[in-house]
């Protein structure tokens, strides 16, 4: 049985990327084909801890090395041992770490003529002339078919690889994100109680003015003007923060102080359900300028919820679709809050929702991107031509 071979990256991060690869294995094992699958990680990540609680145990295979630099080494490796007609997924392997090892290993893997994948979930930039240079050698040698989660990303990747295979979307899981309230998350509670409507951001806490700018710091300006504005709304950030001794969300938080609302803004940590503090948000909003694709407008979408988005990246690409009046210059607050309060209240929101969710259901559905995944990489399937058929 042919099996497609998965490498991924960043396996103690809670990101999109590893959400995006538990649906895909979730969309193979809808498809009757996740035994096709084997999927290389770190031993003890929290990659493996996720993946085996979701149920994907079978498909993984742990490599026991802590270096990301080696793992890949290892992984590759292995790869190369198994035989050349298994097809090989890189999961946005693009990190600098990981190139040298990509690089060796490289000629071996284009005279098996193994089929190799890249996909691409940010744009893979360098703010070195050198790490950018290295990049493009990198995967000129290994000269991978890419795959971009969005548009904006395909276009920022021309320089290192200039044609993309596919554009695909990635999924999200309609079991989890839906419309149907539980009980409210406990940290929301008291914020619910004051009357105060919610605004949710879910984000990493990052670095300012790097290349993936989440733009946090236009929230707490957000507030303000809203505050000003006699609105009662109260800033919830939920997401994970890498910095020492929490400095950055230490300057949101001081920031917060500084405009009059620290008593509106809170910051919460990553949190596994996060469909059910979705689903207590009045507005969701990211104005994140340059976001390759934007998972959370599409999962508050499938919540139910109005996103207030940039108009640039992929979050704009995504709004546009269905809803381009929702999207903002994201360095303008006064109109990122004009346009809450206008949307939060407008009659027709509800139909803008049911149009995005639709729009939701037909681009990011689980089965038919695993079906597409097995297409480009020559994957093959009963269950899944079952499925096709049917």
């Known amino acids: 049985m042919r099996k497609l071979l998965v490498v991924p990256v960043f396996h103690h991060a809670l990101g999109g990327a590893t959400v995006s690869l538990s ?3 979730k969309g193979f094992q809808q498809c009757g084909a996740l035994d096709q699958l084997c999927v290389l990680l770190r031993s003890n990540s929290l990659m493996e801890q996720y993946l085996r609680q979701a149920g994907h145990e079978a498909c993984l295979h742990p490599i026991p090395e802590q270096d990301l630099s080696q793992f890949m080494k290892q992984a590759l490796r292995w790869v190369n041992q198994q035989p050349p007609d298994w097809p090989l997924l890189l999961e946005n392997c693009v990190a600098r770490q990981l190139l040298p090892a990509m690089l060796q290993a490289s000629p071996a893997l284009r005279l098996s003529r193994r089929p190799v994948y890249l996909v691409f979930r940010d744009l893979a930039d360098s703010p070195h002339r050198l790490g950018s240079l290295v990049r493009k050698v990198t995967l000129a040698s290994l000269a991978p078919h890419a795959i971009c989660n969005s548009q904006f990303t395909a276009q920022h990747i021309r320089r290192l690889i200039p ?12 079991e989890k994100f839906n419309a149907h309230r539980s009980v409210p998350p406990e940290e929301l509670q ?16 990052s670095k300012e003015d790097n290349i993936n700018d989440k733009n946090l710091r236009s929230l707490p300006i957000v507030l303000a003007q809203l505050k000003a504005a006699g609105h009662h709304y109260h800033g919830v ?4 923060d890498t910095s020492s001794e929490q400095i950055r969300s230490r300057a949101l938080l001081a920031q917060a102080e500084d405009l009059g609302v620290a008593d509106r803004f809170t910051i919460l940590p990553p949190a596994l359900d996060i469909e059910n503090y979705y689903r207590y948000a009045d507005v969701v909003v990211t104005l994140a300028p340059r976001e390759p694709f934007g998972r959370t ?4 979408i499938a919540c139910g919820v109005p996103v207030i988005g940039s108009r640039s990246g992929g979050i704009g690409e995504i709004l546009h679709n269905f809803a381009p009046h929702w999207t903002v210059d994201p360095y303008t607050p006064v109109a990122a809050a004009q346009a809450i309060i206008s949307v939060v ?6 139909t803008v929702l049911a149009q995005g969710q639709q729009w939701v259901e037909a681009n990011c559905s689980l089965v038919p991107y695993a079906q597409k995944i097995m297409e480009i990489t020559g994957l093959q399937s009963t269950h899944s031509q079952e499925i096709l058929a049917y």
């Open 23 to 25: 649906l895909m294995l």
């Open 163 to 174: 044609s993309t295979r596919d554009v695909l979307y990635p999924p999200v899981d309609p």
């Open 190 to 205: 008291p914020i619910l109680n004051s009357g105060a409507r919610i605004i949710l951001t879910a984000s990493r806490i």
């Open 237 to 240: 950030i939920i997401g994970q």
């Open 297 to 300: 407008v599409v999962e508050a």
């Open 345 to 350: 209240n407008a009659p027709d929101t509800p």
